[in-house]
Structures are given as C-alpha cells and as structure tokens.
C-alpha cells in the first residue's frame, strides 16, 4: 500500500528526511515514532505529494508519488498535524465541501457525511463551527474529512498531541476499527509511548533516519534482562546515586519509580539488582525496592535516542 | 456537469461562506467604497468657492462701494473682514483668515467720474496655490468686467452709442463638466482605486490565509487542480468587486450628481477588463508572501505609487516628463483616462482603444506571471 526506497529530503542544510525505506500493508497500522524535529511531518508530507523528495522514490497504493501524486491521492486520506478544516464553516460544512471536492455528488454526500460523523460520533455537533469545537473534537472532524473517499491508506500525522486522554482512547478506537473492519493500512506518528505500543510496527525516526523498525514486542525484547525498577524515597537524589554507578548505562524518572538500564553484559538481572541494591544503600540511598521488570517502549526509545 | 465545474462551485461556495462569516472581510469590502467616496468627494475638492477676502476701504465713495459690490456678487469671494490698516489686513493673511485682501487707495471715486485712470491692489496667499491661482483668475476676471461697465458708463455720459467695446473676445466653453466640479474627476478616480485595492487585497490575503491557517494541507490532497484553486479563489471577489463599483456609482450619484453617460455594461466590462491587473498582482503577491499582514504590505507598495502616479489626485500632464514615462507602467493610469470618459463624457470606445488595448496587455500578463508562479504544494 505504501512503500518508500531511500526516501530523502533536505531544507537547504537541514537534513530532514535520509534514506528512509517504509513499508506499510494493508490492515496494518505502523507508527512512526520520534522526538520533536525528528523528520515525521516531513515524511507524511513528502507522502502525500506535499513537499517534492531530494531523493529515493515513493509509491503510494501503486502510483508514483509525486509524479502521479493525482491519482495516488484518490486512495489516501491525510489529517495534518495542525488543524486544517474551514474555522468559519461548520463540521457538516466541512465536510460537504470535502466530499464535493473528491467527487461525491449531491445525493452522495450527505449520507456519507453523516455515516462519518456518527462514526466519529460527532453527528450532534453537525451544524457547529468547526472553529468552536474542543481540540478533540477538532481532531474527530479532521479524520472524518481525511474518510469522506473512503481511503485505502491512512497517514496521521500526531493526531492526538493536545488532545485530552479520553478523546486519545476514543480516537484510537476509531483507528483500530477501521483497519480491523475496512482493511485500511494507516500511517501514525506520535510522540506518545503509550500510543506506540499500540501499533502493529513501530519505526523509530531520528534526526531524519529510521534507527530501528519492528514489532513493539520484538523492540522490547532487544533490551530484555536490562531494565531494573527502582523505588524509594528522595528520587532525584536516588537517580544521581544510580547513575553513578558502573554498572549502570542510565536511569530515568517513570512516574514515581525510576528505570535503570544496566550495562550489556553486566550478569543476569537478579544479580545486578541484589549488587545494585547493596551498593545504593551503603551510599546512603532510602531504596524500597529494586526489581528487574519487562522493558517498556519508553525504554526502548531512551535507549535509541541516547546511543 | 464536468467535475471540474463542481469542483469550482463547491470552492466558490465555500468562500462565499467565509466571507460572510467573517466581519472584517466583510466591513471592508463594504464600507470602505463609502468612506473613501465621502472622505475624497467632500474633501479633496479644488473647486474654490467663498474665498475669505478682506478689504482695506481707503476712498469710501460710491465708485468704490461699486467695485465691492461686484466683488460680492461673484461667489468666488466672500467679503469678510472690512479693515482700516494694511498691519491689519497682513496679520489676517498671516493667520490664514482672509486668503486675499483688496486695497482700494483713497481718490479711487475722483478717478473713476473723473477721466482718469485708478488702481486697486489685490493681494493673495500663494500657500495653497489652487486657491490662490483660481482666486487670481477670479479677480482679474471680476475687475476687467466692471472696468468694461465704468468704460460703457463714461461713454453714455459723453452721449455716444454703445460701441462694440473690445477688438477681441474669447468665448469660452466647458466641455462635460461646465461647473468643473472636482466630485466628477474624483469619483471615477474612486471606483478605480477600490477595484485594484479590493481585488489585489482580498485575493491576496484568500490565499495567503489557507496557507496561515494550514487549511492548504488538506487541499492539496483533494483533486483540487491549481488553476480551479485561483479561479475559485478569484471569482468571488471579482463579484465583490463588480457590487462595489455599482455602489460607488449610486453614491457618486446620489451625492455629487457624478452623471453615468455610459451604458453599465460597458463600464463594468471595461473594469473587469482593469480588475484583471489588480486579481494577477494579489495573486503575485500572494505567492511571495508567508502572512496576510505580509501579503497586505506587498500589495499596498504598489497601490501608494499607483494612485499618485497614475493621475489619481495629479494631472499626468502636470508632473516631470520621468513620472509622466513612468506612470505607464501602472495599469491604473489607462482605467482612470477610460472610466472618466465613460462616465463624464460618454465617449465612444473608439478614442479609448489605445487605453483599452494595454489594459488588456498589462492584466493578462501579470495573471500570467502570477498563474506561473502558483503552487499547489508547500514548496
Ligand atoms: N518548511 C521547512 N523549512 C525548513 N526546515 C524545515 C521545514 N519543515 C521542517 N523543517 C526542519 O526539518 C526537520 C524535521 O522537521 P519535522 O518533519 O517537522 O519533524 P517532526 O514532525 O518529527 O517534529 C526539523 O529540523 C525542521 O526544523
Ligand atoms: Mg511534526
């Protein structure tokens, strides 16, 4: 559905995008996943014809993009990072033009409108300005104008940063939805780990480039026997006691634990953590606990961004 | 219908939309017609009317009292101020109360009964030379009648018939406009400084604000083509354009009686034909700018030499020959020599042709260049 061979774009010294190869199938969802600037809107715009590559070639549901970007286009369905929907105009508005524009006609577009907005559950709101929604609902109208011709592929650039968790969860279940029900393949990037894990593969973007790509179970594996979580009292200064010591690579706060990576062949995880564990203490550290535990995404990505 | 005709009327619909939903846009486009045919047409008025003058009466006597009369019979002067000094009459003139003063000097009566010969001095304030050089040719013109009446008067007493007075006459006349109302060369001047600020403006700032807003983004994955994206953004203006013209036109009209001697249709065909120049450089504009403000300053650069060069307020004729070879370059200059004759001469379109052909060569090649340089993409 969506393939990409060393895929590059520069802004005159900013390398944006370097030797990217995606490959996304239908019924898949694939995250793409980095810090801020790390090339995601670059890519989903150089995706959909937006901006013109330096390099590499691009084939979106079997067209050449941007040559036949056209055509192409026909089967993809894009919700910008920012809002991009008419402010003045309200949501059936909105998506009565959007219909219009992609061909509908006259008889076509109000049942498709409102089966979209029932589905995103927006059909209340259908004679509201879109200016005047919450960002949530911003984001809802944004994907209902991104399926008014029914898609085949999906490209969501953080469609859920500034959206409250509720509207996440619900927002995501619309996604999954669509790939389970409609075979849709979608193209997700996010910030969020949380949201990450909920991909079936995962790209890990930096500074232009694909450093990992995998499933999120595969990724976590790779750090497997090298998290240890670390509870207690006085965190910060626990974390400069921890970060100390030899045996570990880093330590960052979690919520109210802190993950510790170890160094690759520093034994096996219970025996790191009883050693640890004795060292902090005798250095004066109020530690309750210290256990190895499963790596989250979270870890996976520090550990990438720091190598 | 073709999709692409459905594709226009669905973008068409949506600005017209946005228009109205958006006050500013909306205030602008409507009562800046009315603010600027009221400002200018009251305003920038040269017609010179109730000049303050004040008199320095030295004689007195029943000759004199005539002069004055004559003087205030004319509505180009206002006698308002009668003094006893020439400190008196100066320090009026310095501060701008009287705008000319007339001397009469004392023995002026004797003179006149007698056979003599008399002399009056007038006096102007030349900081504002339209008032002073028509306040000049007001006054010669006031003295030279009345000393044609003294001259008939004296030869009646002697008992002769009245001669024919003067060898040579000039007679003359004005054309179009016989009162020479300023309303009838503003106005025009008007309609076309709203259609080139309004079409390059809002055009302009159209475009620029889907690139602002972010609103481009989801249009460029629609099969949206570029030229139906500048047609679609351009029509509804050129229909905001066409409604402003007609109010100016009604207002000129109502206002200062600005006469139309010209079919509408013509005059609007011709204005469209203008409108294309001001809709290519909004769209210019539009393609270098980032902002609307931005957009809205690269516009108005071109608009202030174009309204002073383009014989907006100044005569063409009137300015160095640089400015004049200049002020070809403005398409501006071309619509206000035809819109002033279509509405204050009526005149054929035959005498325009010159006008009518660079309008046309300026506003298909700046939408040209414009069209060229139009992106749909973020490039
Ligand atoms: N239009 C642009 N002009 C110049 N530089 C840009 C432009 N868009 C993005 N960049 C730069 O390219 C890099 C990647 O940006 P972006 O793709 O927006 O990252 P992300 O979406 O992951 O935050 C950044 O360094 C950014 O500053
Ligand atoms: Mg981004």
Not at chain 1, 22 to 42: F, H, N, Q, S
Not at chain 2, 197 to 222: K, W, Y
């Amino acid at each position: 559905m969506l393939h990409t061979e060393n895929l590059t774009k520069h802004f005159g010294e900013t390398t944006a995008v370097e030797g990217l190869n995606l490959d996304v199938a239908p019924g898949e969802i694939y995250g793409l996943v980095g810090p801020d600037g790390a090339g995601k809107t670059t890519t989903i715009r150089l995706l959909v014809g937006a901006l013109h590559p330096d390099g590499g070639t691009i084939r979106v549901a079997g067209y050449e993009v941007p040559r036949r970007a056209e055509k192409a286009r026909e089967h993809l369905g894009y919700l910008p990072q920012r809002f991009s929907l008419y402010e003045e105009l309200t949501v059936l508005e909105n998506l009565r033009f959007f219909a219009e524009v992609r061909g509908l006609s006259a008889a076509e577009w109000l049942p498709r409108s409102m089966e979209i907005l029932e589905f995103v559950g927006l059909a209340r709101f259908s004679a509201r300005r879109a200016g005047q929604l919450s960002g949530g609902m911003k984001q809802k109208l944004g994907l209902a104008a991104a399926l008014v011709h029914k898609p085949r592929l999906l490209l969501l650039d953080e469609p859920t940063t500034g959206v409250d968790p509720v509207t996440r969860q619900d927002f995501w279940q619309l996604i999954i939805r669509l790939v389970s029900e409609e075979g849709v393949a979608v193209l997700v990037s996010t910030p969020y780990m949380d949201e990450a894990a909920r991909c079936n593969r995962l790209g890990f973007l930096r500074e232009g480039r694909l450093l990992v790509e995998g499933t999120p179970t595969a990724l976590r594996r790779q750090l497997e026997g090298r998290i240890l979580e670390l509870r207690g009292e006085n965190l910060r200064a626990l974390r400069s006691l921890a970060e100390a010591d030899p045996l570990v690579e880093h330590a960052h706060l979690v919520g109210d634990r802190i993950h510790l990576r170890v160094r690759e062949g520093g034994g096996s995880a219970p025996k790191a953590a009883a050693q640890l564990q004795k060292r902090l203490a005798a250095r004066g550290g109020a530690v309750t606990s210290l256990l190895p535990v499963a790596p989250t995404l979270e870890d996976v990505f520090i550990s990438l961004s720091s190598e | 219908m073709s999709a692409s005709l459905l594709r226009l009327r669905s973008l068409i619909r949506k600005e017209f939309i946005q228009i109205l939903r958006d006050p500013r846009t909306l205030m602008l486009a409507l009562f800046l017609p009315i603010m600027q045919i009221i400002l200018l047409g009251y305003s920038a008025t040269n017609d010179v009317r109730n000049v303050p003058l004040a008199v320095f009466d030295q004689d007195h006597g029943p000759a004199a009292r005539a002069l004055l009369d004559a003087y205030r019979a004319a509505d180009y002067f206002r006698l308002a101020y009668e003094v006893d000094s020439e400190a008196e009459l100066r320090a009026l003139i310095d501060g701008s109360k009287a705008r000319a003063g007339l001397v009469v000097p004392p023995g002026y009566t004797d003179a006149i009964e007698g056979r003599g010969a008399a002399q009056v001095a007038f006096i102007l304030d030349g900081s504002d030379p339209t008032v002073a050089s028509t306040s000049l040719s007001a006054a010669q013109l006031i003295a030279q009648e009345h000393a044609t009446a003294i001259q008939a008067a004296r030869l009646a007493r002697q008992g002769q018939a009245q001669p024919r007075l003067l060898p040579l006459e000039v007679r003359t006349q004005v054309w179009y406009n016989p009162d020479m109302v300023s309303a009838f060369f503003m106005v025009p001047g008007v309609i076309g400084q709203i259609l080139y600020s309004l079409a390059s403006v809002l055009t302009a700032t159209a475009i620029v604000r889907e690139r602002e807003r972010g609103t481009i983004e989801q249009l460029i994955v629609t099969p949206i083509r570029p030229w139906e994206l500048v047609i679609g953004k351009i029509i509804p203006y050129v229909i905001l354009a066409f409604l402003n013209t007609i109010e100016v036109l009604v207002l000129g009209a109502l206002l200062f009686h600005v006469p139309m001697r010209s079919p509408l249709g013509i005059i609007l065909l011709l204005s469209g034909l203008f409108l294309l120049s001001g809709l290519g450089i909004g769209l210019f504009a539009s393609s270098i700018a980032h902002t609307q403000q931005e957009a809205m300053m690269s516009v108005f650069m071109t608009l202030l030499p174009a309204i002073y060069l383009s014989g907006f307020f100044f005569p063409i004729q009137a300015m160095p020959k640089a400015l004049q070879y200049l002020s070809y370059i403005f398409p501006l200059r071309y619509y206000l020599i035809i819109i002033r004759s279509l509405l204050i001469k009526g005149a054929d379109i035959a005498p325009l042709r010159d006008n009518i052909i660079a309008l046309l060569i300026f506003g298909i090649g700046i939408m040209a260049l414009a069209a060229l340089r139009f992106r749909k993409n973020l490039e």
